[in-house]
């Protein structure tokens, strides 16, 4: 299978609130040997560890503002290292998001570079009403009340462990990292597409969007 020689290496680009984490536990479903690395999940539970690397994440998560390049490229690296990602079907959620991060994730891909970006497309206007809503797991399962309430309210369906709303989850600090999320977006864009793997698709929810990336994937792997 062509699928074994050439493993996906997805990166999904999308603004806060688009739905890469909730279209990824689809993904996931559907394709069982895909493995998924999401950076502002690796922050979070270094923030709840109380780590080095959680305490300098925190400072920058409550301000809306992206850390460092250089940091984020190497915690990446190791990330994918440590799980033995390389050689494996992978999704990344939350990274690369500028494109120096693009440039560094290269580096560290050497012979296997990044072979699918799909950018989710969805009007801001139908995104800032949804994370205020949001509530998360420390597994990184996302809710929401009114979109996709849990079971039991307030508590994580698979464990029953209480749900948390994120420390930047609040209006002020939305409008600032949708403000990141745009200034960032064309450069990244324009690197992806000179390597001639970038997609897109748009919808205003994830059941729009999911049949499509679905079909992407797909289309990708055979
Ligand atoms: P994150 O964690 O990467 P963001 O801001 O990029 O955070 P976020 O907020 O996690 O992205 P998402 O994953 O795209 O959004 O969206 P989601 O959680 O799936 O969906 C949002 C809500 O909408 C959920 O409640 C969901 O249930 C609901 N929903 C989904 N679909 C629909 C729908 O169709 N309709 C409705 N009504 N609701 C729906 O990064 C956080 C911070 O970490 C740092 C930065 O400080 C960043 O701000 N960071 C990095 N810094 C530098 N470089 C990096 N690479 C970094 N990565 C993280
Ligand atoms: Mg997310």
Redo the contacts with the bound molecule.
Sequence with gaps: YIYSVMPLRLV?L????????????RLLKQLPSLSSL???????SEIQKQSDVGKL?DT??R???????R??ATL?EKELLDRDLLHKPFLL??????AN?ALELETSLKDKPINLVVE?D?PAD??V???T????HSSGR???????PPKVPFKDDVTGEPLFQ?A??NPE??K??LL??YRELEPIKQFYKSRGVYQKVS???????FPQLLTIVNNHAD
Excluded at 14 to 25: F, Q, R
Excluded at 133 to 136: D, P
Excluded at 142 to 148: P, Q
Excluded at 203 to 209: A, E, L, P, Q, Y
């Design positions: 999904l999308g603004a806060p609130g688009s739905g890469k984490g909730t279209l990824t536990s999401s950076t502002g999940d690796i922050l979070r994440a920058y998560i301000g809306g503002k992206l850390l460092p390049d940091f984020m990446v959620d939350g990274f690369p998001r500028t991060q989710l969805v139908a995104i009403g949804r994370i809503s949001r509530w998360m996302v809710y929401n009340l009114e979109y996709n994120r930047d989850d600090t939305v600032k990292r990141t999320y919808g205003k929810t994830s059941d729009i969007i």
